[in-house]
Each structure stands twice: as structure tokens, then as C-alpha cells.
């Protein structure tokens, strides 16, 4: 995925999201295990204290003792870890074999009600305890001792450590199959995208003239509002070619008038004039009707003219308007090439080319057809006669400029043509064929 994609975008925020859960989920869990761990470790401890409270009596010298060993074998073990002590109002009474030379320092807080009380201290070893207390009453004995029983940490911190690693192993593979399970749902909930991305890219080619397929409820209002745009755009530029359209005809109906009264004029100089004058201004609208038409469809979506078939038939209509001369006029190029365009201003375009290479041609015009990358296709079209000088040849693309007055035209034709070309985002370049005539290259949006 691209940076910056909305596919990105939501897999970052899953990744955030199940890293900050999952987390929080483990921190909580490892929590829980320890509470419960701990919780385990004071139920035993209870026991002991309960066995304990049970083992003692009154000594002959007036202090507690323990009338027999308690039934972890832990206790009799220097420095195991488990530990038990008596105290009474002398100070310690009575201590297990597991405390060695050391005793547990008493507390006073310990409560006169029987309850349970617990603190933490440190051991014989240095380690850290959990020590559990309570005061008991024993029989002919006028003050309480209190009993207590202390456990090592190091037990439950080593068990809490090993769960905490294994939640943590299975809570990473847990993280690595939502991230993948969020991958999947992200590549499937873009796909109606990605459709509609390869629907508009048919759109552009000229593959289509509107949002072909069936999208979700959240992107199908998008799609029929394109459409819609579509449809308005459509109409409104036919309209407008209506409009030129009846525009060109309200003008030139008077221009053929006023050409016809030229023609009856007694001055043949001044009917010469005012007919010639016609026919420029007629030219001229026919020039500015025709960039004012491919204006508002060079942009258009869902153009797209075959190249070939459409050349074919405007070759041979060129070779016809010159049957004294036998001109052969030769179409050649890839079949399945299109134009992102109109076909009127595709054949517009390359009749002013043929005709012109026609007029100046020997004998023979070629126009072959090729494609020039993803996007462009050249139009290359070469005759074989006198050709145009280089310093020349930027000139005659101005308007109106004509190389030789003997030859028919008005000198728009390629003017028209690097208009049209320039519209729909292409170039004309002019150069010399192999064979020394003109090599004219037209470069067009491919469909």
C-alpha cells in the first residue's frame, strides 16, 4: 500500500487499536493471576496457622511452646522460604527450624479479634516475605500470643514472571491474527473501491460512457451522482453543438448570399475581392466552430474513436479528389488503436494532414499508425514531394501563412490542426521523410 492510502490509514489505527487492548488485556490478566496467586499463597497460610494454633500449649517454665512439628517438611528446613513464629507478651516464644538463628520482627498491629492480618517483611536471607498474623487465645494462658506464618516472594513473583511470558507469546500470535484478520477486512471492504477506481479509468479510456456495476449502499450514491454529472455534462455540451452549429449556418447563409451578389458585381476586381473576403470569413468560422466544438469534448468522458477504420475511408475520399494525378494514398497501423476523442475532429485533423500532403505530393502519401506509450498515439503521415525547408517549417503553422500562393487553400489547414492537437493535449511536429518530402507527426491521447 502507498503512503497516505485509506488502506494504510485503517490498518495503522487496527494496529494501534489491538496493540493498546491487548496490552491493557495483559497488564490486567498478569494482575488477575498475581491477586490470585497471592490468594492461593494466604489459604495456605491460613492452614498453617490453623495447624499451628492447634500444636501449642502452655510449657512448664509459663511460655508457649509447640507440641509437635507442623506437616510441611518445608519447616524444618534451614532458610527454605517458609517460616512460622509465635510471640507472646516476652517476646518470641517459639519459631520454626526453617528460621535458623533469625526471627521475624513482631508487629504490633496485628488486631486482638482473631483476624487475619498481613504484611510484608524481609527473611533470614534477605528475601522479601509475605508474613500472615493473627492473635489467639490460648488455654491457661491470660495473654494472647500471636501466631504468624511467612512464605517467600520469590515463588509467587517467578510464577507471575513465567505466566506473564506466556501471555505475552500468546498474546503477540493473538495480535499477528487480528492484524491479519484486519488486513483481509480492509483488502475486502476496498474492493468496491478499487471497482470504482477501474470503472472511472474505463470511464477516461473511452471504454465506456458511464459507472458500469453494482456498489455497496455507502459508494452507490457516489456512482450515481457521477453519473448523473455525466449525463448533465452530455447534454449540455450536445446542446451546445447544436448551438454552434445553428450559429454556423445563421452566418454562413449570408455569407453565400453576399459571395452570389459578388458574383453579378459589373468590376470583376471588386467582385474578385468581396468573394475571396467570403470565403475567408467563411473559413475562419468553420476554424473557430470547430476548436469551440473540440474545446468542450476534448475533456469528455467515455470518447473513444477506432483509429484505423475511421482513416481508411477519409484515405481513399483523398486520393478521389485528385483523380488526374493517380495520387496513392496508404493506411497502415495497429487495428486495435482508439483516439480519446471525438471521431469528427479525428477525421477534421487528419483530412487537413492528407490534403495537404495530397496537393504537394509526387505520387504517393503515407499515413501509418502507431502507439507511443500508455497514453499517446502518433499519427505519421509522409509524402514524397519537395518537403519544407527548417526554417521554414515553424512558419506555416502559423495562420494563414501559405508557402506558395499558386496552390489552392486559405493556409488554416495546419493552424487547424495544431489547434485541435493542442486541445486534446497532443503536438504536430514537422520534419523531413526519408525521402525528402514532408514527415508530419501528430501526437494524440490514446484511448
Not at 252 to 259: D, E, N, Q, R
Amino acid at each position: 500500500m502507498r503512503r497516505g492510502s485509506l488502506g494504510l490509514r485503517l490498518l495503522a489505527l487496527a494496529f494501534v487499536w489491538v496493540t493498546l487492548a491487548l496490552a491493557v488485556a495483559g497488564w490486567l490478566l498478569t494482575d488477575i493471576f498475581r491477586n490470585h496467586a497471592e490468594a492461593e499463597l494466604a489459604r495456605h497460610a491460613e492452614l498453617h496457622l490453623d495447624e499451628l494454633t492447634v500444636a501449642l500449649r502452655p510449657g512448664d517454665s509459663g511460655r508457649v511452646e509447640a507440641s509437635r512439628d507442623l506437616s510441611d517438611p518445608r519447616f524444618q528446613r534451614p532458610l527454605s522460604g517458609l517460616y512460622w513464629q509465635v510471640t507472646d507478651d516476652q517476646g518470641v516464644a517459639v519459631r520454626s527450624r526453617s528460621l535458623w538463628d533469625q526471627q521475624l520482627r513482631p508487629d504490633g498491629t496485628v488486631p486482638d479479634d482473631g483476624a487475619l492480618h498481613r504484611r510484608t517483611a524481609t527473611g533470614p536471607d534477605g528475601e522479601a516475605l509475605l508474613v500472615w498474623s493473627r492473635r489467639v487465645r490460648l488455654p491457661d494462658k491470660e495473654s494472647p500470643v500471636e501466631v504468624s506464618v511467612a512464605a517467600t516472594t520469590a515463588d509467587l513473583t517467578a510464577a507471575t514472571r513465567r505466566f506473564a511470558e506466556v501471555l505475552a507469546l500468546s498474546l503477540g500470535i493473538l495480535a499477528l491474527g487480528l492484524l491479519g484478520a484486519a488486513l483481509v477486512q480492509v483488502r475486502l471492504g476496498l474492493v468496491p473501491l478499487d471497482r470504482l477506481r477501474r470503472a472511472l479509468a474505463d470511464l477516461r479510456a473511452g471504454r465506456s460512457t458511464r459507472l458500469v456495476g453494482a456498489f455497496p449502499s455507502e459508494v452507490q450514491p457516489l456512482a450515481d451522482d457521477l453519473n448523473q454529472l455525466l449525463a448533465d455534462n452530455a447534454e449540455m455540451v450536445e446542446r451546445a453543438r447544436t448551438q454552434a452549429g445553428n450559429l454556423a449556418h445563421a452566418l454562413k447563409t449570408p455569407l453565400t448570399i453576399i459571395a452570389n451578389s459578388a458574383a453579378t458585381l459589373s468590376d470583376p476586381t471588386e467582385s474578385a475581392l468581396i468573394q475571396a473576403e467570403a470565403e475567408r470569413m467563411r473559413r475562419q468560422i468553420d476554424r473557430h466552430l470547430t476548436r469551440a466544438r473540440a474545446a468542450a469534448m476534448a475533456k469528455g468522458a467515455g470518447l473513444r474513436t477506432p483509429v484505423i477504420p475511421t482513416l481508411r475511408p477519409l484515405a481513399r475520399t483523398i486520393a478521389r479528389l485528385h483523380p488526374d494525378r493517380d495520387i496513392e494514398v496508404a493506411v497502415t497501423g495497429d487495428e486495435s488503436l482508439s483516439f480519446r476523442g471525438e471521431a469528427q475532429d479525428l477525421a477534421e485533423m487528419a483530412g487537413n494532414l492528407l490534403d495537404n500532403a495530397a496537393k504537394w505530393c509526387r505520387g504517393r502519401v503515407t499515413l501509418s499508425v502507431t502507439a507511443n506509450g500508455a497514453e499517446k498515439l502518433r499519427l505519421i503521415i509522409e509524402d514524397d514531394g519537395p518537403g519544407i525547408p527548417a526554417a521554414e517549417r515553424a512558419a506555416v503553422l502559423a495562420r494563414g501563412v501559405r508557402l506558395d500562393e499558386a496552390v489552392p487553400g486559405s493556409g488554416l489547414g495546419l493552424a487547424i490542426v495544431d489547434d485541435l492537437a493542442r486541445l486534446y493535449g497532443g503536438d504536430l511536429t514537422l520534419d523531413q521523410a526519408d525521402g525528402g518530402g514532408l514527415r508530419v507527426v501528430l501526437s494524440l491521447p490514446r484511448g
